[in-house]
């Protein structure tokens, strides 16, 4: 994992404790819009939907053009689904629950 060694990290922890705090779809985007910048949201919404489209067994060309996305960023949201632990299935099973209901 990553973020292991960044555990005992009080600030870490701070940033996750207060993303957990928020109630609404309103209160996260009040929140990201101060916290990061527009890049920033772009890009970490640009690998979800890069692990989304993977699991769904797009091509890597299809996953750049539709995404934009590198190959480079590919790569690396491909070897968290092999490697890393599992935080994009476990993202991309609920947002797929709540899909369905």
Do not use: P
């Not at 940033?15 to 990061?36: G, P």
């Not at 993977?54 to 490697?83: D, P």
């Amino acid at each position: 994992m990553q973020l292991e060694k960044l555990r005992d990290d009080k600030v870490i922890q701070q940033l996750f404790s207060a993303v957990l705090k928020l109630e609404t779809l309103e209160e996260v985007y009040q929140f990201f819009d101060d916290l990061c910048t527009v890049n920033e949201i772009q890009s970490m919404a640009q690998r979800l939907e890069v692990a989304r489209m993977l699991r769904l067994g797009y091509t890597y060309s299809q996953i750049e053009k539709e995404t934009g996305a590198s190959t480079a960023t590919i790569s690396r949201v491909k070897r968290c689904f092999q490697y890393g632990t599992d935080g994009y299935q476990l993202v991309l099973d609920r947002l797929q629950a709540d899909e369905e209901k």
